[in-house]
């Protein structure tokens, strides 16, 4: 990576960790995927009950494999034939890790979903939330977010799921009520009530969609 871009992105990563820190939750700032998979580690205690959303950001960081290698609970849903249980397990895990789809400058997380999991567990339920983001996630500021969230994130992930909808065929959100629609919930994380529940971890790298 050019050398200017690193040097960029460790000055914007502090100014994010500043605006995190502002809403009660914890930012850290990782130079490459090896110092985000420490960081998340240390975030994890040995033994605790671990479950995740799609996050693609944690299987490339290693985070996953490392997870199924240690002395970890890890409920892997990929390998469970109830996909609601595996779900339903987030709500009293630990530990549930995610990524965001996209973030702002200050602070803010916003995230999109179909099925409410992944929202629904960074908001309540799992006693401590993991958010593993490349610095290609942040955006300036919250409309920009949401923009990337429905232009680049949800089209992405239609096409990686294989799903029917306009912004698959399109590359961008058509402000769809297809059945087949992964954008039925948004939730903006503005603030954290709870100290020590969501850490984000912000990685010096393209991560995700």
Do not use: W
Request: net charge neutral.
């Amino acid at each position: 990576m050019d050398a200017n871009i690193i040097k960029r992105n460790e000055k914007l990563a502090q100014k994010v960790i500043k605006g995190l820190e502002s809403r009660n939750m914890s930012g850290y700032y990782a130079k490459d995927r090896e110092e985000a998979l420490k960081i998340a580690l240390g975030l994890i205690k040995e033994g605790s009950t671990v479950t995740m959303g799609g996050a693609m950001s944690a299987h490339e960081i290693g985070l996953v494999d490392a997870l199924k290698k240690g002395n970890y609970n890890f409920v892997d849903r990929d390998q469970m034939e109830d996909k609601k249980a595996a779900a339903l397990a987030a709500y009293s895990a630990d530990v549930f890790l995610t990524s965001t789809n996209a973030m702002t400058e200050d602070g803010m997380l916003v995230n999109i979903d179909g099925n409410a999991n992944r929202v629904s567990a960074i908001a309540h339920g799992p006693e401590k939330v993991i958010v593993i983001a490349g610095m290609n996630k942040v955006c300036d500021d919250l409309d920009g977010a949401m923009k990337r969230a429905r232009n680049v994130a949800a089209p992405t992930n239609a096409q990686r799921f294989g799903i029917d909808t306009p912004c698959s065929k399109t590359g961008s959100c058509m402000d769809c009520k297809s059945p087949d629609t992964i954008c039925c919930q948004f939730l903006i994380t503005r603030y954290s009530r709870h100290s020590d529940r969501i850490h984000v971890i912000l990685v010096n790298d393209m991560l995700g969609f």
